[in-house]
T-cell receptor
Framework: QQPVQSPQAVILREGEDAVINCSSSKALYSVHWYRQKHGEAPVFLMILLKGGEQKGHEKISASFNEKKQQSSLYLTASQLSYSGTYFCGTEYTGNQFYFGTGTSLTVIP | DTGVSQDPRHKITKRGQNVTFRCDPISEHNRLYWYRQTLGQGPEFLTYFQNEAQLEKSRLLSDRFSAERPKGSFSTLEIQRTEQGDSAMYLC?????????????FGPGTRLTVL
């Protein structure tokens, strides 16, 4: 039931763009995105709900395709501070929350 | 600082010992989650509280694990008869109820090492 993310890892130069994908085998009601830096706790980035509502940081955008059960996170003009591991997460039914497999992002000067 | 605190931050114990971790959520948040995270993996759901009621428990959670949230405030996670496989980061997150639109706020975690 764990969402699958792709790519597993990506290396960018500052200023480049990246897309991180999250796919689910089950219907998604909402998708959450978090970033985790090494040795730290996950930090909220964005929530997307069925129907198009979303909440998140201004500099980050994401999409949610309900029919394909997929979400994508778009990172534009990457900065060194974007480095970390990105996780999508979702609640299918009930109150169990499942995090995805993770995508390691490294931004180099 | 998200406003969620966990104590202790690090715990080293010997196999077979019991350990207890504490989580203090953001005061107005009625939802509380516990996760376990091992190196290179995403957080793995353990259990969920709404106020003082434990509403969900992962099937992966053995009977050596127990959690409480008395009075719907702080929560404790106890592991009895620890095993080396319990070594991990234990994360707590709190969330405001009433909407799926609300995010989780994570504490800094408790790193457990079982020798």
């Amino acid at each position: 039931q764990q969402p699958v993310q792709s790519p597993q890892a990506v290396i960018l130069r500052e200023g480049e763009d990246a897309v991180i994908n999250c796919s689910s085998s089950k219907a998604l009601y909402s998708v959450h995105w978090y970033r985790q830096k090494h040795g730290e706790a996950p930090v909220f980035l964005m929530i997307l709900l069925k129907g198009g509502e979303q909440k998140g940081h201004e500099k980050i955008s994401a999409s949610f395709n309900e029919k394909k059960q997929q979400s994508s996170l778009y990172l534009t003009a990457s900065q060194l501070s974007y480095s970390g591991t990105y996780f999508c997460g979702t609640e299918y039914t009930g109150n169990q929350f499942y995090f995805g497999t993770g995508t390691s992002l490294t931004v180099i000067p | 600082d998200t406003g969620v605190s966990q104590d202790p931050r690090h715990k080293i114990t010997k196999r077979g010992q019991n350990v207890t971790f504490r989580c203090d959520p953001i005061s107005e948040h009625n939802r509380l989650y516990w996760y376990r995270q091992t190196l290179g993996q995403g957080p793995e759901f353990l259990t969920y509280f709404q106020n003082e009621a434990q509403l969900e428990k992962s099937r992966l959670l053995s009977d050596r694990f127990s959690a409480e949230r008395p009075k719907g405030s702080f929560s404790t996670l106890e592991i009895q008869r620890t095993e080396q496989g319990d070594s991990a980061m234990y994360l707590c997150a709190s969330r405001l109820g009433g909407s799926s639109y609300n995010e989780q706020f994570f504490g800094p975690g408790t790193r457990l090492t079982v020798l």
